[in-house]
């Protein structure tokens, strides 16, 4: 009779621990990043006079997506951490996967609602 080698396995406390703040020390990191990228994004449009509005909208929208995309990945890092065992992992995973599928398919209905717009916009080729 085969045994399942993920019964009964468990993290050491010490590893998740230092699992945990690894993937704190990680989140402020790109946390920091994405705030630096922020800020020259910000002092590029304001000096730049040609930018377009739905230009613009579309690089904010990028950078939120980007910090909420950044976010779930980082939430779906602790919980995997915390996961009690292999079951809970895995069940932790799926309900990512799935969330994630959710917005990507949000984002990319904003995105080509975006493109439609900018399309209708007086002076651009159609």
Known sequence: MATNPTQGYEVPPEMRDF???SVEQARKAIDGFMSAAQK???T???SA???QASAKDAARKTFAYTEQNLSAAFDLAQRM???KDMQEAMQIQAEFVRSQFEAMQTQMKE???LA????KQPGSKK
């Not at 439609?116 to 399309?119: L, R, W």
């Open 81 to 83: 951490v915390r996961a």
């Open 40 to 42: 020259t994004a910000d």
């Open 111 to 113: 995105f080509g609602s």
């Open 49 to 51: 006079t040609t930018v």
């Open 44 to 46: 590029f449009e304001g």
């Open 19 to 21: 699992a945990e703040k």
């Open 116 to 119: 439609q717009t900018a399309m």
